[in-house]
């Protein structure tokens, strides 16, 4: 199926084509079926083809517009702290204070074009991830077969499938080959489905069991089939999931979320505080215009300005840095939001797994276990005992093992192109990797031993053999379930010698490996008598294998990605917990979790049926809330897993590859896709796209989300002490009967140019190596948490008494009122100079702190001291700004005072490091 831009057409048709199609097609013949569409074996007319697809529209699933320049630009004015600047801007406009009007109005345009730049790039880099390359099929119309794109394909069209195909709308079977589909993106499960087109389903039967239906977005792994379409585009099962996925809102980022909180007391309190002056005032006999005026003195003092553009910028730099480490980021504001997650529910295959079925365990009939090494379908590795190094006897029992593997084997895997190719059933593949790490390669073995006759593998047999010619005698080789080969056998190799057959042994041996989450596969061979199989093996069949020699077994699994456990581990050092979201069986799904060290019990797992029987919420929260495996899911239960954990207080992130993920990662508070394995419908719904498939890139992506999160913290925290000490000195000032110490233009000045330069720079902070070392914060915990409050109020109490204390002093010495506010505003911008170094970590000292590692923070402290000082001279400024040049005798003095902060800072956070207590929001 195709992705098409222009969705209007195809919402247009949905409605028609659900009511046209027919209903359950699993549930009635293929005859039925194909009466029902209106077909034939013959396929439809050109004609009718054409007609139908104006009826239907075309086979594709919309993919979202991405927003125009417009919309990126109005969406950088939706924040709450946005609105507040507008109001204060247009206030400033009211009262005729047009300086003040411009720098907040120039702040607002920064922002805006830093964050559409950002949220541009974001989009160039998911559209670079998309799939370019059509899906093509064979369709047979007027008798004839046509390859063509599938979003030509209509319902009643008959399609032909083969192995490597991928199934392009889903289709009624009307013929099975031995056909085995990979369902994995639909169902969760990484097994592939055999499909019989004679079967008849039940309407209730979920996809995973509708074994005569193949579903559009899956993959024919084996075999040959045809089938005739019964849905297209969102009438499929794939387009009824983008369906519910594109028309619902994303969930908000944490991040968004503690900042609207944050803005909404920060308004409030603005209000209050502007209210209670202006009263006092008023009672005071202030005139109403210098009321007035005070009062947007204040509005600027206490509203950080500077936020929105150090806040983008923070934003923007993680980013960057998650797309060093392989995660990209599709909205800004989601930058923050893995850090925030307290709970991980992910998708097994394809994120944990690698989705490739592999040879992991070889048990020989006398119990020795082997482990084969090595990942994928790249046959680099090899088979080791449990003791290391394997002696000859050994070497010759796997040997012989390994012939067999590749001789009753119909896969292909050679190197092409500097690169291994493989194609065939993912059980055979899996035994020819496992046997070139052995050194045995099935062309050699085709050479070697010339194939006489073969029993194909059928799923009403359970296993397939091979007749070779080995020392010019008829050699049986056959692999298949441990309870067709047993039968056939009469004895069982041992180190050096075949002994008597001990099938309850074997049975045991084979039941340890099931338990583990194994499919077991048993391997034989043996002498076939010349007489019994007639010329050229023509009387092959199951009736001669007999008397063969059991060989052993091995253990086949789709295995850990090699950084996954390390991954998960990481997650609980970090306090994430992480559950995993699985179609698979329970004890598959168990046996992965005691791997990855994530579930040692089954009273860990969580069955969808479980699910679907808890009586209530309460129930099903509480289900979630113990579970470490849920198993047996279907897309819909991901869903509501999800907002289950929610309800449980958690900021849930969910990771997954599969259109059936989908769902869940468009509720999540953040999803997460996986950019190679992923499908258009899962990246499309994510908020980040994994691009090396690697789950240790989510934890990357936790570590610099925290990043992000503490550097937001550390510009907030800058921005709010300095205007907490602005309204210290102004509520000073206001007690002791005092003119204004600075003026609305001077307070636009500190918070936007001299502290602006600094705030930016901040936002360039480096990791400070605890980040994973720590549990996540709390949902509940605002950005202004207590931790934060102390140290603004230390720092606010120390700038603001001390630059009021400057003011008067200035004063009683005959300074005149310009020349006190000329010393009080350089006395405010060598407090943010010094203070800025103080915020670049909430508990370590400033000494702790190399200033190299952020070169950006340095030069722009140097810069904001030089663009002040240069301001001084300027004459339109100077006469803006009402200030004017001092001696470097003064400029020192008031240098040394300015270190006062750092010294009562430090003072600070030593005698929490000392004393240490809960510091909590």
């Keep these: 199926m195709g992705i098409n831009k222009g969705s209007e057409k195809v919402h247009r048709n949905k409605d028609i084509a659900i009511d046209a199609l027919p209903k359950h097609p699993h549930t009635r013949s293929g005859d039925a079926v194909l009466v029902d569409t209106e077909s034939s074996l013959a396929g439809l007319s050109k004609v009718e083809a054409l007609a139908r697809r104006e009826r239907y529209g075309l086979n594709a699933l919309p993919q979202a517009e991405p927003p125009g320049v417009i919309e990126v630009i109005l969406r950088q004015f939706s924040s709450p702290l946005i609105y507040v600047l507008v109001a204060a801007a247009l206030l400033s406009i009211v009262i005729k204070e047009w300086s003040d009007a411009g720098f907040i109005s120039a702040v607002l345009v920064i922002n805006a074009i830093i964050g559409s730049i950002q949220e541009f790039s974001?989009?160039?880099?998911?559209?670079?991830?998309?799939?370019?390359?059509?899906?093509?099929?064979?369709?047979?119309?007027?008798?004839?077969?046509?390859?063509?794109?599938?979003?030509?394909?209509?319902?009643?069209?008959?399609?032909?499938?083969?192995?490597?195909?991928?199934?392009?709308?889903?289709?009624?079977?009307?013929?099975?080959?031995?056909?085995?589909?990979?369902?994995?993106?639909?169902t969760g499960e990484s097994e592939a489905t055999l499909k019989d087109a004679m079967a008849l389903c039940k309407e209730e039967d979920v996809l995973g069991d509708r074994s005569n239906m193949a579903f559009a977005g899956t993959l024919v792994e084996r075999g040959r089939g045809q089938g005739v379409v019964v849905g297209t585009a969102f009438s499929t099962e794939l387009g009824s999931i983008a369906s519910e996925v594109l028309n619902k809102p994303p969930t908000k980022a944490p991040l968004l979320v503690r900042m609207e909180r944050f803005t909404h007391r920060i308004a409030v309190f603005v209000g209050i505080a502007a209210m209670v002056m202006a009263m006092v005032a008023f009672f005071r006999g202030v005139p109403l215009a210098d009321i007035f005026l005070l009062s947007v003195a204040l509005a600027v003092s206490a509203i950080p300005e500077g936020l929105p553009v150090a806040l983008t910028v923070a934003l923007a730099v993680g980013m960057r840095r998650m797309a060093k480490r392989g995660v990209i980021i599709r909205r800004l504001i989601a930058v923050e939001s893995l850090g925030s997650c307290t709970f991980i529910a992910t998708d097994k295959t394809g994120t944990l797994t690698i989705n490739q079925l592999m040879v992991n365990r070889i048990i020989s009939p006398d119990a020795k276990m082997f482990k084969v090494t090595?990942?994928?379908?790249?046959?680099?590795?090899?088979?080791?005992?449990?003791?290391?190094k394997l002696n000859f006897d050994e070497t010759q029992l796997l040997t012989r093992l390994c012939q067999v593997a590749v001789l009753a084997n119909e896969g292909f895997l050679g190197r092409r192109d500097s690169g291994w190719v493989c194609h065939g059933d993912a059980v055979d593949v899996a035994m020819l990797v496992m046997a070139h790490k052995a050194g045995v390669v099935k062309a050699e073995m085709d050479n070697a031993f010339p194939e006489l006759a073969v029993i194909p593998f059928e799923s009403e047999r359970l296993y397939c053999a091979s007749l070779n010619t080995m020392d010019d005698r008829p050699h049986a080789f056959v692999k298949g379930a441990v309870e067709q080969l047993l039968p056939m056998c009469a004895s069982m190799a041992m180190q050096g010698q075949d002994i008597a057959l001990d099938a309850r042994m074997i049975e045991k041996q084979a039941g340890h490996l099931a338990s583990q989450g194994y499919r077991v596969i048993a391997l034989a061979s043996g002498i076939v008598s010349d007489n019994a199989i007639g010329e050229a093996g023509k009387?092959?069949?199951?009736?001669?294998?007999?008397?063969?020699?059991?060989?052993?077994?091995?253990?086949?699994?789709?295995?850990?990605?090699?950084?996954?456990?390390?991954?998960?581990?990481?997650?609980?050092?970090?306090?994430?917990?992480?559950?995993?979201?699985?179609?698979?069986?329970?004890?598959?799904?168990?046996?992965?979790?005691?791997?990855?060290e994530l579930a040692n019990h089954t009273e860990q797992i969580v069955t969808g049926n479980k699910l679907r029987q808890a009586a209530d919420?309460?129930?099903?929260?509480?289900?979630?809330?113990?579970?470490?495996?849920?198993?047996?899911?279907?897309?819909?239960?991901?869903?509501?897993?999800?907002?289950?954990?929610?309800?449980?207080?958690?900021?849930?992130?969910?990771?997954?590859?599969?259109?059936?993920?989908?769902?869940?990662?468009?509720?999540?508070?953040?999803?997460?896709?996986?950019?190679?394995?992923g499908t258009d419908v899962a990246r499309e719904t994510a908020d980040l796209i994994i691009t090396d498939d690697r789950f240790d890139s989510i934890v990357a992506g936790v570590e610099e989300g925290r990043v992000a999160y503490a550097n937001v913290r550390k510009v907030i925290l800058l921005l709010i002490s300095t205007g907490a000490a602005e309204l210290v000195l102004f509520t000073l000032a206001l007690l002791f009967g005092q003119p204004l110490p600075l003026l609305a233009v001077h307070l636009l000045w500190l918070n936007l140019v001299t502290n602006g330069i600094q705030d930016v720079a901040l936002a360039f902070e480096p990791e400070e190596g605890h980040e994973l070392k720590h549990p996540p914060r709390s949902p509940k915990e605002p950005i202004f948490n207590r931790l934060m409050i102390e140290q603004v109020v230390i720092a606010a109490v120390v700038v603001g008494?001390?630059?009021?204390?400057?003011?008067?002093?200035?004063?009683?010495?005959?300074?005149?009122?310009?020349?006190?506010?000329?010393?009080?505003?350089?006395?405010?911008?060598l407090f943010e100079n010094v203070h800025v170094f103080n915020c670049r970590s909430e508990s370590r000292s400033v000494f702790q702190h190399n200033p190299l590692r952020n070169p950006i923070l340095l030069v722009g402290t140097l810069l904001a001291q030089l663009i002040h000082i240069a301001a001084m001279y300027a004459p339109w400024i100077s006469d803006v700004l009402h200030i004017q040049p001092i001696s470097l005798e003064h400029w020192s003095k008031l240098l040394v005072m300015a270190l006062s902060v750092l010294v009562v800072m430090e003072m600070y956070k030593w005698l929490r490091r000392r004393f240490p207590i809960k510091w909590a929001g």
């Excluded at 929610?646 to 950019?675: E, I, K, W, Y």
């Design 801 to 829: 008494v001390t630059a009021f204390c400057l003011f008067q002093w200035l004063l009683l010495y005959g300074y005149t009122l310009d020349e006190a506010r000329n010393g009080t505003l350089l006395l405010m911008v």
């Design 374 to 388: 090595g990942e994928g379908t790249d046959p680099t590795g090899a088979i080791v005992s449990e003791l290391g």
């Design 617 to 677: 919420e309460y129930e099903f929260d509480r289900l979630t809330s113990q579970a470490k495996v849920f198993a047996r899911v279907e897309p819909q239960q991901k869903l509501e897993i999800v907002k289950s954990l929610q309800r449980n207080g958690h900021f849930v992130a969910v990771s997954g590859d599969g259109a059936n993920d989908a769902p869940a990662l468009r509720a999540s508070h953040v999803g997460v896709a996986m950019g190679q394995a």
């Design 122 to 186: 974001a989009q160039r880099s998911a559209a670079a991830l998309r799939e370019l390359i059509s899906t093509r099929c064979r369709v047979l119309r007027d008798g004839e077969t046509y390859e063509m794109d599938a979003v030509e394909l209509v319902p009643g069209d008959i399609v032909y499938l083969e192995s490597g195909d991928k199934i392009p709308a889903d289709m009624r079977l009307l013929h099975a080959y031995d056909l085995k589909v990979d369902e994995s993106l639909l």
């Design 539 to 596: 009387s092959f069949s199951e009736k001669q294998l007999k008397g063969l020699t059991f060989l052993g077994m091995v253990g086949i699994i789709d295995p850990l990605r090699s950084e996954a456990k390390a991954a998960v581990a990481s997650c609980r050092r970090a306090g994430i917990q992480v559950a995993m979201v699985t179609g698979d069986h329970p004890d598959t799904a168990l046996a992965i979790a005691r791997d990855l």
